[in-house]
């Protein structure tokens, strides 16, 4: 009899090791797995850490293209140029480094319809020429079911976002007691969009509207700057020129063809073609004009052993010297 309690204490001692192994065996399962799981994520840091120094590098490579192209034409910008390439890549290490170029103020800055610093409304008397644009550009797209009555109402409460008082602008704006009586409730900036996708919480604004609207506009960081270059406007969107002159698009087109690759060397040297003297464009029109832009975007897209890296930033050249970077933001768009 005691040897089949020995044979049982035996058994329960064998059960208890074999569960005591299995236990370590999956705890240490478990470390190691949590171990490689530790490595991989240093590892991707590493990698998208190294990504997100060659867009650095990309930036400091752009600086110099800039400089390069101000130094020989200091008081003309225009796609004959060699920051206007377009898209570019370059091979790197493990890795490629792409980017692309692009003119700010080719773009309608949306900014540019907080009429001052105060960021005081205007009424409809007396709209500015950006706002003005806004609505004949809007309009010009041809989206459907949107007019000129909507364009207006969106420009309206554009106008009201923008600007710094409570008080709604025209019929078609939007303040505090409007957003905060949504589902989800937020209220009005009344301070400068950061985004062109900031839009998208503007009453009136759709996304057909916001999708058509992005190759024609864009945003300057706490800057109302409207200042159009006649040199760097893509011949294949002729909407915004349409909406700054309040033309036809044929007529925007004819304008764009009359272009020659280094530009115009001043706004006179555009407004005295033949295609130009025919229209009837007043001088505040005219005011909208420059040859000589000082805001650039640079898209950048960056990868390093997989791991990808995306990066777009706005540089400000001042007198044709200084290049200063003064808006970065994380991400494809």
Known sequence: ???????????????????????????????????????????????????????????????????????????????????????????????????????????LNLNALRSDANGSGNDDNNKLPAREALEKLISALNIENIGEFEAEYMADALTDWLDADGSIASSGGAEDSDYAAKEFAYLPANHFLGSVNELRIIEHFTLPVITALKEHVCVLPNNNLHQININTLAEDKPELLQGLLSISRNEAEELLAARDSEGFKNVEEFFNLPEVKKLKISDEQKQQFVVDSEYFKLKTSTNFNNSYFHMNSILQVANNQQINIISRTIGRD
């Open 1 to 107: 009899m005691n040897g089949g309690c020995v044979s049982v204490q035996r058994g329960i001692a064998l059960i208890t090791v074999m569960l005591v192994v299995a236990l370590a065996a999956v705890i240490a399962t478990q470390m190691l797995a949590r171990l490689q799981l530790q490595v991989q994520r240093t590892t991707n840091i590493n990698f998208n850490q190294q990504a997100y120094w060659y867009a650095v590098g990309a930036e400091a490579f752009t600086k110099r293209v800039l400089f390069t192209a101000f130094e020989d034409e200091p008081d003309v910008t225009h796609l004959g140029q060699m920051w206007a390439q377009g898209k570019t890549s370059y091979p790197v290490d493990f890795g490629e480094i792409s980017g692309e170029i692009t003119d700010m103020q080719a773009c």
